[in-house]
């Protein structure tokens, strides 16, 4: 018997083993119809948002393309505006280039033109400089080189009546040029003098240290010799005032003077000459010039008061015919005041009688005029 209840548990076990083992196979089955629909369902899915996301990108790809291709006309357009406006303007440029360019190859032609002329005007310089030379070294083309020069600075300073050249004096001398002057300054003598040998040993670069001293104490013996000259020529009492002037053609020469000569200078002095350059007598020429004519205008003073009395005068009289007028004029205009007040009263009395206002006798006539 317990073999028998063993015997149907253990059958009752198998069963129900068989029946979990056939649940456990239905359930695994299941399990994997349900991956399987699952994995289906995730495919498709999968698939859909593929498709979505594809149309998506697509679309995406054609707006991006749209959007690209506008944005590349825009840019061609803005790229051909800006090179034609580049373009404008390089053209512009390369005008305004060429034109400065050619105006300055015309200027520089020109230069250069001016420049062979001026090459061409030195080298006819360097000439006359050599013939000026050649001139100077002569002692009478000095002179007549002084005396020219001297003639051009007075002519263009003074009146024509206030120098003369070439004048001989009382005592046979003949100045170069004699100023005359206003009292006291009275005639002035200039005379022309070119000391130019020594002055050139001075610097001559060939000469020697020596040499240069003994040309230096020659170029002082030649100034205080034309000094002299001058003092004793041109100096004359009761004719010439009591100085003189020495023209020096040349301001190196007469830089040197003052320079390097100083004690001829105060020699000059002593003797009453003056040395001049071209610059100072420049000078000297114009201060006369003042001189004359401030003279002049004290000499035409008693003209300018006679004339001012004559005016003075003429004025007096035109007051005395002024005031006449203006008493004939007041006198007129008191009779212009009667004779209007007459004719107001005859007036009004004609528009008495038009309107037959008359009262009592008639009045007599001479009770029409004035009772003023």
Request: aromatic fraction near 6%; proline fraction near 2%.
């Amino acid at each position: 018997m317990v073999e028998l209840v063993i015997l149907v548990i253990a059958v009752a076990i198998l069963i129900a083993v068989l029946w979990a083992g056939s649940k456990l196979l239905l359930l695994f089955k299941q399990r994997d119809q349900f991956d399987d629909a699952l994995t289906k369902a995730m495919e498709e899915k999968h698939r859909a948002m593929l498709k979505d996301l594809y149309e998506g990108l697509s679309k995406q790809g054609d707006r991006l393309e749209e959007k690209l291709v506008q944005t590349s006309e825009r840019l061609r357009l803005t790229v051909d505006q800006r090179l034609e406006q580049i373009n404008g303007k390089v053209s512009e440029r390369l005008d305004e280039g060429f034109k400065k360019t050619n105006d300055t190859f015309t200027n520089v032609m020109t230069r250069l033109a001016t420049i062979d002329e001026a090459q061409k005007k030195i080298d006819g310089l360097a000439s006359n400089v050599v013939t000026l030379q050649e001139l100077l070294g002569d002692k009478r083309s000095r002179g007549a080189f002084g005396e020219v020069q001297l003639e051009a600075l007075v002519r263009n300073v003074l009146p024509t009546t206030c120098y003369e050249f070439q004048f001989t004096l009382s005592n046979k001398n003949r100045v170069d040029c004699l100023l005359k002057l206003p009292e006291p300054t009275g005639n002035v003598a200039v005379d022309s003098k070119f000391p130019l040998e020594n002055y050139h040993r001075m610097f001559s670069k060939e000469s020697t240290d020596a040499e240069r001293l003994l040309a230096q104490r020659a170029f002082k013996a030649d100034i205080k010799k034309h000094v002299d000259d001058i003092s004793q020529k041109y100096i004359v009492a009761n004719e010439t005032s009591d100085g003189a002037v020495m023209f020096v053609p040349a301001e190196a020469v007469f830089a040197e003077i003052h320079g390097y000569a100083q004690d001829m200078v105060e020699y000059a002095m002593q003797k009453r000459v003056w040395i001049v350059s071209p610059t100072t007598l420049m000078a000297v020429l114009n201060t006369a010039r003042a001189v004359i004519k401030d003279v002049e205008t004290r000499q035409q003073v008693h003209i300018i008061k006679d004339a001012l009395n004559k005016l003075a005068k003429d004025f007096g009289r035109f007051d005395q015919r002024m005031k006449a007028l203006s008493d004939h004029i007041r006198l007129a205009h008191e009779d212009a005041e009667k004779v209007h007040l007459s004719s107001r009263k005859i007036s009004q009395r004609f528009a008495q009688i038009e309107n037959v206002e008359l009262g009592g006798e008639a009045q007599p006539l001479s009770d029409l005029t004035d009772r003023d």
